[in-house]
């Protein structure tokens, strides 16, 4: 081992293998020195400990020369230790690099991980000099390799696009059909099992929950419990180790590969709104110990304490043209070493949070936009956080799609039976261009969605009225208190059939309204099956059967009966474009003679006046959307909801040359059908009716 380091370069950051040495570089802009820990295989011992000898553009660098991928590493970082200007440099701290591929060891909670005397009196402001080394994952030097050359991206257009959300772990950890060992790991989202139900489901995109790098809560770990959301990154170039069933980074490659080849997309949440290292109170482990100042926003008037605008303790100050980058690099680094086809940011306000507020035209969203390889993925915005006007629904730029939680609530409302949902039920349906129809954004920039893994699964939805999180251990404290849900006369499991009967069909109309509304529709895994939690509103710390899928659900009549329905949907919203139209309608075009390309009637058939948009008990409404195929005649599909306690008789208007049901919630098993011009819907559901109307050339 040398003595001391080559020169090296400033970029690229990170450990770089050239295949004569690596090339070690890590910004800090407020250290006075930098230090390359280096380790035995094992990770229990440093066994050489060199100064990076260069510091460019507030890059610190060296080379090591003949080192080998395997490699393992660390940083100490030399400066001030002064909490009440920002600054938290503790050499006694291992640190891991911000770039690195790969980690060796969990991180084991000691006192020895915070900077200070964590039972100090002078709190962060003492100084702790304990060597938290041994506690610390290492780095890993690594050198991609995996060959993409016949790998082909489905590029699905967002027009098309239906997305299904799902957890890498618990998507798969009770699928029987997997091998036990890859079971709830990378390598089984792979299996045929899961890429056939995909298939045959319909959706064209999997949005997996972070799979960043991330750590167990002290507080959870305590408690028995585990951070099992992933919502607490420790690395953003890492995946998570323990979704791999083996000690090769490539199974998460080949999963991908297989997906894509299935045509299915592979989207990530991702959480660059804040770390795992928490408030100023938190452990140092990263970020806080290469430029604590740099990287976190600070209080202006008190830079010992971090801006909380996520609610997690600290927050990244994404205003700065290195954490930007850091951002930036990362997401290519998944788009092109692991072929990532978008990416769905969690609490994406933050990331446009400014000194002055949200600013939809702030650094990191320009980066996004113009870069040649992101800015051609699927962006995905969280269009909200905890900090001060944390809440920009509709406000995000061009190329970026938002999740719609006014389309989740307003639907959960009309469907619960609330009066007075009509109006705003009407701009949901339609792709809420009330929203989003600004700098020319399309209906897809509208994600909708009736439940995500934050909150009720849809069988829980109508299953319980009251959160049931006792198993969290906060007394049933946390978590949504309002879940706009509806138990249909018994809290949680019942025997009654009658009750059972109509929380099915209501799942049933639930669903159909997803996927006959313009925009882009998101399921959560499970909800195709009628997957409960039990009534946990909140199960981010339930790694367990809670949260887990249960796959023999799939095979009871109610679970396969509600997949089929599922997949009809899906099938019908690929068939009828007028269901997934690509632009926003507003009833001021025609595509044939008296017929608009949307339209609103009640159940008699009539055009719905001022006063009956805000009638607070008018519970039906229909919605005709209309366009001119390239033969010349003109599709419509009418969408019928009746959320009343009684069924209900529609008209349907419109010179017509054939109509035929093409779907009902009440009756899943009929098949397409003629009708007339009368329709009788049940009560708490919907159906589609195609009609074709035509006027030759």
């Known amino acids: 081992m040398p003595d001391r380091l080559d020169g090296g370069t400033p970029y690229p950051l990170g450990a770089t293998f050239d295949g004569l040495g690596v090339n070690f570089a890590v910004f800090s802009a407020h250290a006075e020195q930098m230090e390359l820990c280096l380790f035995e295989p094992s990770g229990r011992r440093e066994i050489a400990r060199l100064r990076l000898p260069e510091c460019t553009d507030e890059v610190w660098h060296g080379y090591l020369p003949n080192a080998r991928p395997g490699l393992l590493y660390g940083y100490r970082a030399h400066g001030r230790f002064e909490p009440e200007n920002g600054h938290r440099f503790n050499p006694h701290k291992l640190l891991l690099d911000p770039y690195a591929r790969r980690l060796h060891g969990n991180l084991k909670w000691t006192d020895a991980l915070h900077a200070y005397p964590l039972r100090s009196r002078r709190a962060d402001l003492g100084f702790d000099k304990r060597d938290s ?18 790998d082909v991206r489905p590029n699905t257009p967002w027009s098309h696009t239906v997305i299904y959300e799902a957890h890498a772990k618990g998507l798969t950890k009770l699928m029987e059909e997997v091998p036990a060992r890859e079971r709830g790991t990378f390598a089984a989202l792979a299996h045929p099992r899961v890429i056939d139900h995909l298939k045959r489901l319909g959706v064209t995109a999997l949005e997996l929950l972070p799979i960043h790098a991330f750590s167990q809560d002290r507080f959870l770990q305590e408690k028995g419990l585990r951070n099992y ?28 590969r297989r997906l894509h080849a299935a045509g299915i997309e592979v989207i990530l949440d991702v959480v660059f709104n804040h770390s795992c290292e928490g408030s100023e109170l938190g452990p140092t482990l990263c970020w806080r110990g290469l430029d604590n100042a740099t990287y976190y926003r600070l209080a202006p008037e008190a830079r010992r304490h971090c801006v909380n605008d996520t609610g997690t303790g600290n927050t990244f100050n994404l205003t700065h043209a290195r954490v930007i980058q850091m951002v930036a690099d990362s997401l290519r680094y998944w788009a092109t070493s692991y072929g990532i086809d978008g990416f769905r940011f969690d609490l994406g306000l933050t990331l446009g949070r400014t000194d002055h507020g949200f600013d939809p035209n702030a650094g990191l969203f320009d980066v996004l936009r113009q870069d040649p390889i992101l800015g051609r993925l699927k962006l995905i915005a969280e269009p909200w956080d905890v900090g001060l006007g944390g809440y920009q629904l509709g406000n995000f730029p061009p190329g970026f799609a938002e999740w719609n939680d006014k389309y989740r609530d307003t639907v959960r409302r009309y469907w619960r039976g609330d009066p007075g949902q009509r109006a705003d039920l009407a701009a949901r349906l339609s792709g809420s261009g009330d929203l989003f129809d600004r700098r020319a954004r399309r209906p897809w920039a509208s994600v909708n969605f009736l439940t995500s893994h934050d909150g009720y699964t849809l069988a829980d939805l109508v299953a319980f009225e009251e959160r049931h999180n006792e198993a969290n251990g906060e007394d049933n404290r946390d978590g949504h208190d309002n879940n706009l849900s509806r138990n249909w006369g018994v809290e949680g499991a019942t025997d009654d059939r009658s009750i059972l009967d109509m929380r099915a069909r209501v799942q049933r109309s639930f669903l159909l309204t997803l996927l006959a509304s313009l925009g882009t529709p998101m399921l959560v895994a499970g909800d195709e099956f009628g997957r409960t939690q ?49 632009v926003f309608l507003y009833g001021e075009g025609s595509p044939g003679h008296g017929i608009n390309d949307v339209e609103w ?36 599909v009418t969408l019928l909801l009746n959320a009343s306690d009684d069924p209900i008789g529609f008209s349907l208007p419109g010179v017509v040359f054939e109509r035929r049901l093409l779907i009902d919630s009440a009756r899943p098993d009929a098949g397409e059908e003629p009708i007339g011009d009368q329709y009788e819907l049940a009560s708490h559901s919907a159906a589609l009716i195609l009609s074709i109307a035509d006027f030759g050339d």
């Open 601 to 636: 009637w009640d159940e008699r058939g009539e055009r719905l006046a001022p006063e009956d948009w805000h009638n607070p008990e008018g519970r039906a409404l229909a919605m005709r959307r209309a366009i001119r195929l390239d033969d010349g005649q003109v599709e419509a």
């Open 534 to 582: 039990g009534g946990n509103n909140n199960a981010y710390c339930q790694d367990n059967a809670i949260s887990w899928i249960d796959w023999s659900l799939l095979d009871s009549e109610h679970g396969a009966a509600l997949s089929a329905f599922t997949a009809r949907l899906i099938d019908l919203r690929k068939r009828h474009v007028v269901l997934r139209a690509p």
């Open 133 to 150: 080394a041994p506690a610390m994952p290492k780095a890993v030097v690594t050198h991609d390799s995996f060959d993409w050359s016949r």
């Open 229 to 256: 959301w992933g919502y607490n990154s420790l690395n953003f170039f890492t995946p998570e180790p323990g979704y791999f069933s083996e000690d090769n980074q490539d199974e998460l490659r080949v999963a991908v």
